[in-house]
DNA sequence: ATGAAATGTTGCAGAATCTGAAAAATCATC
DNA sequence: GATGATTTTTCAGATTCTGCAACATTTCAT
């Protein structure tokens, strides 16, 4: 819980600054949710938190990644989590591990997640930022699951495969709870993609 | 080879329209592998190939999408490829065969696609837009798998999680090929990444 | 061959995105 | 409170992208 701890030790300056990011988030998500991606400009983003539109950019470098808001969880708590596993754990119910807990954290954050991703749904456009987001996260696992297994970077591919399988298997997971409307409890979505993942994807 | 075939039986005015589009395909890769993304702008690209930047616009939606260029294939292509795999095959099975003619198609436009490749690490944040890609092939693909499965789509989320899965491991073996230069059959590279996956990714 | 219809290209006007630089407001600290 | 650091704002400007109308080329029927 170190974000939250760190949290509590900041000043009013970066209180606000976080305040001023999550309101631009959540005024980008309602609006584009309401008037669609082309109706929403920057200026109507900024304007409905009551800030100038230069300020915007002083957080976001665009309308898009705004929408994306902070990725699901920096690449460094990823990380974290996939280290605090034991050793002795295979890569793959490692990477189960992490991304339940993962799981867990976009649950506690229902309500905005299900908006961002009904946004994205009806704006297919912006699904590749989406992805983007993990791509940096994507490389910073990678390198985490590669120290894992013994394995260098870059010469079998498979620290890259297990972890581009497990981000897509949790992506996956995810646009399902979305579809069902964020009833079943993401984390058993999550664990029964790694099931079948772990199972060789038999027919079923 | 329907679209090989298909290619004769065009006539002057698609023809020229292709030669154009491929044409600002190149000239948009060449420059950017040479100044960066940041270096070129859309008027660059448009006076190298003759044209008005109007016209540009005409063919693509924005500078990055001429880079991502025509998807390696169009959804139909894959769909066809995959429908073309006796219904007896297992899924994944039928997903690696499908992924093996891709990335033959993809190894013919070597060049190209190394050259695709080298300006997407340069400038990361293209990436998600190959993801972007992929993306409207996933749902054709994946209705495909729900049919040859027979199983709808939207409930056991099986077909979305094969077909991402599947998409991913191609994307993997491209990078991997990539990476290496290009030197090992691309095909190969997608066995291999498939065989993992049929095992069920355990540690190496 | 010729003319009408369809389609491709271009220039222009204009809205929207995004960046740099400097002034003005706000906050932290002493 | 005074001082220094940070944030917000204003302003100018480059670039991206779209609609529209004029013009050029291709296609097709005759």
């Not at 929403?40 to 990644?65: C, G, Q």
């Not at 989590?81 to 990477?95: D, F, Q």
């Not at 993990?134 to 297990?162: H, I």
């Amino acid at each position: 819980m170190t974000s939250v701890e760190s949290a509590y030790e900041l000043g009013r300056r970066d209180r606000k600054k976080l305040e001023t990011r999550a309101a631009l988030e959540h005024a980008a998500l309602t609006l584009v949710a309401e008037r669609g991606l082309a109706g929403v400009t920057v200026e109507d983003i900024a304007t409905a938190v009551d800030l100038s539109s230069r300020t915007f950019f002083n957080y976001f470098p665009s309308k898009e990644d705004a929408l994306v808001g902070g990725s699901p969880a920096s690449a460094a708590e990823l990380r974290e989590r996939l280290e605090a596993v034991p050793a002795e754990v295979p890569v793959l119910e490692a990477l189960r591990l992490m991304s339940r807990a993962e799981a867990e954290h976009v649950q506690r954050r229902r309500e905005q997640w299900l908006l961002r991703l009904k946004v994205f749904e009806q704006n297919p456009s912006l699904l590749p930022r989406l992805v983007a987001s993990g791509t940096e996260t994507e490389l910073a696992v990678s390198a985490a699951v590669a120290r894992r297994s013994g394995v260098e970077l870059g010469t079998s591919g498979y620290p890259e495969l297990v972890t581009a399988v497990a981000l897509t298997a949790f992506r996956a997971a995810m646009m399902r709870w979305s579809a069902a409307g964020g009833h079943p409890a993401l984390a058993d979505l999550v664990d029964e993609a790694f099931s079948q993942i772990a199972a060789g994807l038999p027919d079923p």
